[in-house]
């Protein structure tokens, strides 16, 4: 009831606020010029990525005070044309006119926000122990060096790795005795804040920029990643377990991603944790045990040995109890489960 009850409520919502409100090109031009960043959208409004972005635009335009333009295809053929858009919808920001770069990542409110706010910050911001928290929480990982001002050739390196990966993360420089005391770390150190999580990373001493920029993509690597069709290869033909988790929603996702994050770093060799929409993907949570429509759940699958292991819905997804479970499979104290055997792994028949 709660679940069904929330899909309308979120459909209805989306409903709401699903409406474009296209520009003209005398509209584009004028925005473009006087604004040092604009968000373009260029959509063919009867087709259904079109259509599903309209939500999301209207939400990011909502929280960012760059303006957003979108530009329908059928209105203003010429102005996709001179921007060689070939497919829709296509997001690009403008920074001066005719200068743009494309976006490619996901089409949701808070990816586009925080590209553009990305976008609007210098490659490296100088941070100190009294507005750090200013840059850290703007994005889902922010890094920071903690170096002192001496430490040119540090810092030369750490700016190269911050213009080369600004697209991807927020990053920062301190060079502050108080921070770093806060922080318990010696000068040169780097520290990746991973705000979604709670948690960080550190690099210390002084390293070549090789070494730098692996540090930043490991980091940006979500522990905890949301299955997709274009990357749930790599996690079939894997030889660690996977536990699904399966949500509906984003605010059950980003708080099971949290809770989870402890468990997934400290099991991280042996199983890939991973987050997965029960409504895309409702159609294969039976063969893994859970019921159709009953999430968040949780559920374990070895696809080397083709067992699965469903986690009980009657006790409570907490991270003490996923451990234990996933500590009872990995001794081989678990029996998987048997769909034959009668649905008796379908312990969450209440
Ligand atoms: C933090 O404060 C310093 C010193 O006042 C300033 O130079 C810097 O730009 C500020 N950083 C941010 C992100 O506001």
């Known amino acids: ?183 318990k770390i010696e000068f040169p150190s780097i520290i990746a804040y991973k705000t979604d999580v709670g948690d960080q990373e550190v690099l210390h001493g002084a390293v070549k920029r090789s070494v730098i920029e692996s540090f930043v993509l490991e980091a940006g690597k979500p522990l905890i990643d949301e299955l997709t069709r274009r990357n749930e290869l790599n996690y079939m033909s894997s030889h660690e377990l996977i536990a699904y988790i399966f949500v509906t929603d984003a605010a059950d996702r980003a708080s099971l991603r949290r809770k989870f994050h402890p468990v997934a770093k400290q099991y991280k060799d042996c199983v890939n944790f991973v987050t997965i929409d029960g409504i895309e993907y409702g159609h294969i949570s039976p063969s893994l045990g859970l019921h159709r429509g009953h999430y968040p759940g949780f559920t374990v699958y070895s696809a080397w040995k083709d067992q699965v292991f469903p986690y009980p819905a009657v006790k409570g997804i907490g991270a003490d109890n996923i451990e234990e479970f996933l500590l009872e499979i990995l001794h081989g104290k678990r029996a998987p489960w048997n769909p034959a055997g009668a649905g008796h792994g379908q312990h969450d028949e209440l």
């Open 1 to 183: 009831m709660l679940v069904s009850g929330r899909v309308i409520l979120g459909s209805l919502a989306a409903a709401v606020h699903a409406q474009w409100h296209h520009g003209s090109s005398i509209d584009f031009h004028s925005i473009l010029d006087s604004n040092p960043l604009t968000l373009v959208a260029f959509v063919a409004p009867w087709t259904a990525p079109s259509k599903s972005l309209a939500s999301e635009w209207a939400t990011a335009k909502f929280q960012l005070t760059y303006p957003l333009v979108s530009i329908d295809w059928t209105a203003e053929p010429s102005l996709c044309t001179a921007h060689k858009v070939h497919s829709y919808p296509a997001i690009r920001l403008f920074h001066v006119p005719d200068e743009s770069t494309r976006y490619g990542g996901p089409r949701k409110a808070s990816a586009i926000v925080s590209f553009v706010v990305r976008a609007s910050l210098p490659a490296v911001s100088e941070v100190n122990v009294k507005n750090i928290t200013d840059l850290v929480g703007i994005d889902r990982v922010t890094v920071v060096a903690h170096l002192k001002i001496d430490e040119g050739s540090m810092r030369s390196k750490f700016t190269r790795v911050a213009e080369a990966f600004r697209n991807q993360f927020v990053f920062g420089i301190a060079d502050d005795k108080r921070l770093a005391q806060k922080e």
